[in-house]
């Protein structure tokens, strides 16, 4: 059977009893039914896993207590920060999921031309704390400890001008370069993909003049989740650990 993992937000230490977070306290006792002496993996980012058993349950209140501190590390040796233009529906949610799945470092939404989602600094807030619980979800089902970095949602003009010494790619059907032609740096690569829609000419020029290298995925248009997921994936065969 697998083992329950869960994220808690504050320090752990092994032999240490500690009170799980409010959002774990309602999936584990409300969804998932969990009872004293449940075993589970804790972590909190900092690169280790934490074996605990659960010793007490109540309604809004579930204490753990933590057997051991685990060095294991499941991440890539391949640093990728996605730039996702933002789409409406689940699609962005969809990408920011299987994304950190396939273990991306950094996401940055970016708000593009074809950005149809305007909100005030609240909501957008509340979308980014929507979107850190699916990260945090992605990293409890895929068994990461170090939680990808979410940034906060910026014009792709901005994003574009960032220093980096990553290399930048993106995609276009009508280059002649493929992911196999690529010399990948240590630092690893930022890549750029389009919202539904895509991008337009204009922001493919800008990317072009921010030094973006555009690369061929294929003879089909895909959409932006698909484009995304195939592009990590293929990196990730490429110079990582798939």
């Given at each position: 059977m697998r083992v329950i993992r869960v994220f808690h937000p504050d320090l752990l230490a092994a032999e240490t009893d500690i009170q799980l977070s409010e959002d774990a306290c309602h999936h584990l006792a409300t969804v998932l039914k969990i009872r004293?002496?449940?075993?589970l993996v804790l972590f909190n980012g900092d690169g280790n896993d934490y074996p605990a058993?659960?010793?007490d349950v109540q309604k809004r209140?579930?204490?753990a207590r933590v057997e051991a501190k685990l060095g294991l590390s499941p991440e890539s040796p391949l640093a990728i920060h996605l730039g996702q233009g933002i789409s409406k529906g689940d699609r962005m949610d969809f990408v920011l999921q299987k994304s950190v799945e396939l273990g991306?470092?950094?996401i940055t939404p970016l708000i593009t031309e074809r950005c149809n989602i305007k909100l005030n600094a609240e909501r957008w807030e509340k979308k980014h704390q929507q979107w850190q619980k699916i990260i945090i979800g992605a990293c409890e089902q895929s068994g990461r400890n170090v939680l990808p970095v979410l940034h906060p949602p910026v014009e792709l003009n901005q994003w574009l001008a960032q220093s980096t010494s990553q290399i930048r790619l993106t995609l276009d059907p009508r280059s002649e370069k493929r992911f196999s032609d690529i010399h990948m740096p240590q630092a690893g690569c930022r890549l750029l993909i389009g919202p539904e829609g895509g991008l337009t000419d204009q922001e493919v020029y800008q990317s072009e003049q921010a030094g973006f290298d555009a690369v061929l995925l294929g003879p089909r248009i895909l959409r932006t989740e698909t484009a995304a997921?195939?592009?990590i994936s293929i990196l990730q065969s490429h110079f990582g650990d798939l």
């Open positions: 004293n002496g449940q075993p058993q659960v010793i209140k579930i204490v991306v470092t950094e997921l195939t592009s």
